[in-house]
């Protein structure tokens, strides 16, 4: 996950240089989209991580009300 991040960061960087550079908006734009599906992927990684172990300790420890409540509360902001 940090690999990816660190790319993430990499990318973020190009992009500011091709705005410095005045880049072509198309090219820009299409940077930008892939930073976004890459920090959605990250996303969905870190959601996975949490469902197997957070959520799963919770249900067996009969917290599992709270945990899928919050966790659904976080999807829905995700998704946005």
Do not use: P, W
Request: with cysteine; net charge neutral.
């Amino acid at each position: 996950m940090q690999n990816r991040l660190s790319r993430i960061g990499g990318q973020v960087r190009g992009i500011q240089k091709m705005i410095d550079e005045d880049r072509y908006c198309v090219d820009i734009l299409v940077q930008l989209s892939a930073v976004q599906s890459a920090l959605k992927n990250v996303g969905y990684s870190v959601t996975e991580r949490h469902m197997k172990h957070c959520v799963t300790d919770a249900i067996e420890k009969g917290e599992g009300s709270d945990s899928i409540e919050e966790l659904m509360t976080v999807l829905k902001q995700f998704s946005k």
